[in-house]
């Protein structure tokens, strides 16, 4: 009787261990690239409406419908100008020059929630979360006097700045692990003294790409 109980148990064990086998306990995470379009980032002594950028994107789901993800983003700009000087017989004899450089380094750090069931080709989503950004200023000129000996001046700057950031977002599965994704995140800068203007305080950022998710979808 007891040997017959324990057979039993080993075949009813088997379709358990079948499953086990066949459905790993890997984590779904994913991965992605993209661009970033940010508009009306402030500076350390200016504001540059807009700027795009390369974008990396990583995420890990704690569930169903809610996951961490984290990106990167690059943004720059550079602009120069030069104004020739003349003397009193019209002719050049110098002149004033300048160059002025933004970089840009942004790291949101998000929960995602999934408001429509996870079986779906198309998703809408919610982001709520972090934004650092780091801004770095830098600044040279250049005079040349009557004389015709120049005068350099350099400047450089750079500020880190936190901000709340919120915003929803929609995916579209092109393939079983392939998504086109697009998020629109609107930043609240906290802690920041430059102005008391609430609405310098705030500004954009539109992410556009693709991702590639590894493990159980």
């Given at each position: 009787?007891?040997?017959?109980?324990?057979?039993?148990?080993?075949?009813?064990?088997?379709?358990?261990?079948?499953?086990a086998?066949?459905?790993?306990?890997?984590?779904h995470?994913?991965v992605?690239?993209?661009?970033?379009?940010?508009?009306?980032?402030?500076?350390?002594?200016?504001?540059?409406?807009?700027?795009?950028?390369?974008?990396?994107?990583?995420?890990?789901?704690?569930?169903?419908?809610?996951?961490?993800?984290?990106?990167?983003?690059?943004?720059w700009?550079?602009?120069?100008?030069?104004?020739?000087?003349?003397n009193?017989?019209?002719?050049?004899?110098?002149?004033?020059?300048?160059?002025?450089s933004?970089?840009?380094?942004?790291?949101?750090?998000?929960?995602?929630?999934?408001?429509?069931?996870?079986?779906q080709?198309?998703?809408?989503?919610?982001?709520?979360?972090?934004?650092?950004?780091?801004?770095?200023f830098?600044?040279?000129?250049?005079?040349?006097?009557?004389?015709?000996?120049?005068?350099?001046?350099?400047?450089?700057?750079?500020?880190?700045?936190?901000?709340?950031?919120?915003?929803?977002?929609?995916?579209?599965?092109?393939?079983?692990?392939?998504?086109?994704?697009?998020?629109?995140?609107?930043?609240?800068?906290?802690?920041?003294?430059?102005?008391?203007?609430?609405?310098?305080?705030?500004?954009?950022?539109?992410?556009?790409?693709?991702?590639?998710?590894?493990?159980?979808?």
């Open positions: 009787m007891i040997k017959k109980l324990l057979l039993l148990t080993s075949l009813a064990g088997l379709p358990l261990l079948s499953v086998q066949t459905e790993p306990a890997s984590p995470f994913y992605g690239l993209g661009a970033n379009l940010l508009t009306k980032v402030p500076a350390s002594s200016a504001v540059v409406p807009r700027l795009v950028g390369p974008a990396v994107t990583g995420g890990l789901h704690l569930g169903p419908r809610l996951a961490l993800q984290a990106s990167l983003s690059y943004h700009k550079n602009e120069s100008a030069s104004y020739p000087a003349y009193y017989g019209g002719g050049t004899i110098g002149g004033d020059s300048y160059s002025n933004y970089k840009y380094f942004m790291v949101p750090v998000l929960l995602r929630y999934t408001f429509t069931p996870p079986a080709r198309f998703h809408f989503d919610g982001f709520a979360g972090l934004t650092v950004l780091h801004s770095a830098h600044y040279e000129s250049t005079t040349t006097s009557y004389t015709g000996i120049p005068y350099s001046t350099e400047h450089s700057s750079g500020q880190t700045r936190a901000a709340i950031a919120l915003g929803p977002a929609v995916r579209y599965a092109i393939a079983p692990a392939v998504d086109l994704t697009a998020n629109a995140l609107v930043n609240t800068v906290l802690g920041d003294n430059y102005s008391r203007n609430f609405s310098t305080r705030l500004f954009l950022n539109v992410l556009v790409g693709a991702q590639y998710s590894f493990g159980q979808r």
